[in-house]
């Protein structure tokens, strides 16, 4: 009986998992201003913390990207990043 080829399926398997590969936002503490700005479009996601620095408080949700990434395009200090 012939083996079966399992560099294809692993190959196929690692491109399924990079296609369910979850995003997740960062916040970059060293540009961050602490506006607010993402707090107030998206507080489900983003919280200033009390050293005045905004920190991520849930990770990415594909069902909430435009929210996303309005937060992310209005950010003043461009501080925030999907991944």
């Keep these: 009986m012939p083996k079966k080829d399992k560099p294809h399926f692993a190959q196929a398997t690692r491109g ?3 296609k ?3 995003k997740k936002i960062v916040v970059d503490a060293d540009t961050c201003i602490g506006c607010g700005t993402c707090e107030g479009i998206a507080p489900e996601y983003f919280k200033v913390g009390d050293d ?3 920190e ?3 990770q990415y949700d594909e069902k909430d ?4 990434e309005d937060a992310v395009d209005s950010c003043p ?3 925030i990043t999907v991944k």
Excluded: C, E, R
């Excluded at 990207?65 to 996303?68: G, L, M, P, R, T």
């Design 56 to 58: 991520v408080i849930k």
């Design 20 to 22: 369910m590969a979850k």
């Design 65 to 68: 990207k435009d929210i996303i």
């Design 52 to 54: 005045g620095i905004s």
């Design 16 to 18: 399924a998992d990079a």
């Design 77 to 79: 200090s461009q501080a």
